[in-house]
């Protein structure tokens, strides 16, 4: 079966990528824009939202239990509409947290799990695919609806500050930072139109499109997996999963967002 | 910079400000003052970043420049004239005389991004491409190509080089090479990678670019 659909998929990229070739009148955009409405009614991530809803409501770990007592910030239990308000302050933890780093916290709490050994678990092994798949499931949860992170605690617009600090951060053999590439509007790498991520890129573009099904790797990317690989891509060494920077990042990223329309979880090439 | 770049509480307590309203009910106030974040953003990088193959944590120990390159503000006139001299003065010109190699060399590096991620096994230069194409036009044939730097199509052709070993051409010649060098030689803080300068390519590397931009009969100058 995913061997099947990976064909078919394989099948409309390469259909994709000749609309874009035989229609060079028509923008880049313009023929991504159109793959992705071919592939409106089939994306993948639909499987991995399915897997992670019957996660949530799984007895699992040391202490099998469910999730459902989680709290990602609207009050335990509560999914819709927590994914496009976080990263955000959480009382118990005294920390601000995005969806990822809540999840262990109630891993461990709920479920007995060692959060900083889930940390430490390689992406596309053990339970990772757990994580890919809830927040899969919970940031669909909140599709269609607007971007609204709070920035009333101090604690948020602290880490609002650190992260526009990391965004134009730079560093390494390349000098990269994040505002390399998503700091002016309208630019590409290649062929990859590229988020102006200092304001608002609109509905469904940039913060707005992740976590997301890859067509071109075959997997489910959360937003943690998203953040990792730009890292790798900027020459800088490696970010600890759900550490400090990603959710400064995430924060930046998601209140400049503020009333854009999350498309998640999307489609990419 | 444009407005969209302004943090959403900045804009908003600017707006405030003109209309003479209370920021307090804006939830502005306590936004902590810059220069009270350095040594918390400086423990943030430490404890959130970790050494994975040939990327170690010694690449967020910025140098002078990035750190000046930092701020998400444009430079001052005497902070982006300081910092061009200093990679003009950086740049070594080939140590042969010689500043063309070979076009053809040129566009497979041209074609290459690869080089100095955690996945890959070597920091040498003979490792790296130069990732000309993640940015540039550079030829009619390859269609996909970034935009985040100019388009360097008839790179050559377009400043009048008819024979890169000309007097003529030398001034032009010897302009192409401290950019490849050292990009920010003439423009501090660019976004372009200082290829000689961090050792990212080596001379005969930047040779076969050089060719790439400056030879007639490169693919470049058709």
Same mark, same amino acid.
């Given at each position: 079966?995913?061997?099947?659909?990976?064909?078919?998929?394989?099948?409309?990229?390469?259909?994709?990528?000749?609309?874009?070739?035989?229609?060079?009148?028509?923008?880049?955009?313009?023929?991504?824009?159109?793959?992705?409405?071919?592939?409106?009614?089939?994306?993948?991530a639909e499987l991995f939202e399915a897997k992670g809803e019957a996660l949530w409501k799984q007895p699992r770990g040391p202490k099998q239990a469910t999730l459902e007592a989680c709290d990602l910030g609207k009050g335990p239990g509560v999914v819709q509409g927590a994914w496009v308000e976080l990263p955000r302050w959480f009382a118990d933890t005294g920390r601000v947290q995005d969806l990822e780093s809540r999840l262990l916290t109630c891993m461990q709490t709920l479920q007995g799990f060692d959060a900083a050994a889930l940390a430490k678990t390689p992406f596309g092994q053990g339970e990772m695919h757990t994580l890919e798949a809830l927040a899969a499931w919970i940031s669909g949860e909140s599709?269609?609806?607007?971007?609204?992170?709070?920035?009333?605690?101090?604690?948020?617009?602290?880490?609002?500050?650190?992260?526009?600090?990391?965004?134009?951060?730079?560093?390494?053999?390349?000098?990269?930072?994040?505002?390399?590439?998503?700091?002016?509007?309208?630019?590409?790498?290649?062929?990859?139109?590229?988020?102006?991520?200092?304001?608002?890129?609109?509905?469904?573009?940039?913060?707005?499109?992740w976590p997301?099904?890859?067509?071109?790797?075959?997997e489910m990317w959360s937003l943690q997996h998203?953040l990792n690989?730009?890292?790798?891509?900027?020459?800088?060494?490696?970010p600890g999963y759900a550490s400090e920077?990603t959710i400064?990042?995430g924060?930046?990223?998601?209140?400049?967002?503020?009333?854009?329309?999350?498309?998640a979880p999307?489609?990419?090439? | 910079?444009?407005?969209?770049?302004?943090?959403?509480?900045?804009?908003?307590?600017?707006?405030?400000?003109?209309?003479?309203?209370?920021?307090?009910?804006?939830?502005?106030?306590?936004?902590?003052?810059?220069?009270?974040?350095?040594?918390?953003?400086?423990?943030?990088?430490?404890s959130s970043? /970790?050494?994975?193959?040939?990327?170690?944590?010694?690449?967020?120990?910025?140098?002078?420049?990035?750190?000046?390159?930092?701020?998400?503000?444009?430079?001052?006139?005497?902070?982006?004239?300081?910092?061009?001299?200093?990679?003009?003065?950086?740049?070594?010109?080939?140590?042969?005389? /010689?500043?063309?190699?070979?076009?053809?060399?040129?566009?497979?590096?041209?074609?290459?991004?690869?080089?100095?991620?955690?996945?890959?096994?070597?920091?040498?230069?003979?490792?790296?491409?130069?990732?000309?194409?993640?940015?540039?036009?550079?030829?009619?044939?390859?269609?996909?190509?970034?935009?985040?730097?100019?388009?360097?199509?008839?790179?050559?052709?377009?400043?009048?080089?008819?024979?890169?070993?000309?007097?003529?051409? /030398?001034?032009?010649?010897?302009?192409?090479?401290?950019?490849?060098?050292?990009?920010?030689?003439?423009?501090?803080?660019?976004?372009?990678?200082?290829?000689?300068?961090?050792?990212?390519?080596?001379?005969?590397?930047?040779?076969?670019?050089?060719?790439?931009?400056?030879?007639?009969?490169?693919?470049?100058?058709?």
């Amino acid at each position: 079966m995913k061997r099947f659909v990976q064909a078919a998929l394989g099948a409309l990229v390469a259909g994709g990528v000749a609309l874009v070739a035989t229609a060079q009148t028509k923008s880049t955009a313009d023929g991504i824009a159109e793959y992705r409405r071919m592939l409106e009614d089939g994306n993948p991530a639909e499987l991995f939202e399915a897997k992670g809803e019957a996660l949530w409501k799984q007895p699992r770990g040391p202490k099998q239990a469910t999730l459902e007592a989680c709290d990602l910030g609207k009050g335990p239990g509560v999914v819709q509409g927590a994914w496009v308000e976080l990263p955000r302050w959480f009382a118990d933890t005294g920390r601000v947290q995005d969806l990822e780093s809540r999840l262990l916290t109630c891993m461990q709490t709920l479920q007995g799990f060692d959060a900083a050994a889930l940390a430490k678990t390689p992406f596309g092994q053990g339970e990772m695919h757990t994580l890919e798949a809830l927040a899969a499931w919970i940031s669909g949860e909140s599709r269609g609806l607007k971007f609204a992170l709070p920035q009333a605690h101090p604690q948020e617009r602290r880490m609002y500050e650190l992260g526009r600090r990391a965004f134009y951060f730079r560093g390494g053999p390349m000098d990269f930072a994040c505002a390399t590439c998503h700091g002016e509007p309208g630019k590409r790498i290649r062929l990859q139109d590229l988020p102006d991520l200092r304001g608002n890129p609109g509905n469904g573009v940039g913060f707005a499109a992740w976590p997301a099904y890859r067509v071109s790797s075959g997997e489910m990317w959360s937003l943690q997996h998203r953040l990792n690989d730009c890292y790798r891509q900027q020459r800088f060494p490696y970010p600890g999963y759900a550490s400090e920077v990603t959710i400064a990042l995430g924060v930046f990223m998601g209140v400049n967002a503020r009333g854009s329309e999350s498309i998640a979880p999307a489609l990419k090439r | 910079m444009t407005a969209s770049s302004t943090p959403p509480c900045v804009r908003r307590a600017a707006l405030a400000t003109g209309l003479g309203l209370a920021l307090l009910g804006l939830g502005c106030t306590t936004a902590p003052a810059p220069a009270d974040l350095e040594a918390p953003f400086q423990a943030m990088l430490r404890s959130s970043f /970790r050494d994975e193959g040939i990327a170690k944590v010694d690449r967020l120990q910025q140098e002078p420049g990035q750190l000046a390159c930092s701020s998400g503000q444009p430079l001052d006139a005497a902070t982006a004239a300081r910092l061009q001299a200093e990679a003009l003065a950086s740049v070594k010109p080939p140590s042969d005389g /010689r500043y063309l190699g070979d076009w053809r060399e040129g566009e497979k590096l041209a074609q290459s991004g690869r080089g100095m991620t955690w996945s890959d096994r070597s920091s040498a230069a003979s490792a790296n491409g130069g990732s000309c194409y993640n940015c540039h036009q550079l030829t009619k044939a390859e269609i996909s190509f970034g935009t985040i730097g100019p388009s360097l199509y008839q790179y050559g052709k377009l400043r009048g080089v008819t024979d890169p070993a000309s007097a003529q051409a /030398r001034p032009m010649v010897e302009y192409t090479w401290s950019r490849l060098y050292n990009a920010w030689s003439h423009n501090a803080c660019s976004n372009m990678p200082r290829f000689g300068h961090k050792g990212l390519l080596d001379e005969q590397q930047l040779r076969h670019l050089m060719a790439l931009l400056l030879d007639p009969a490169s693919a470049v100058n058709q």
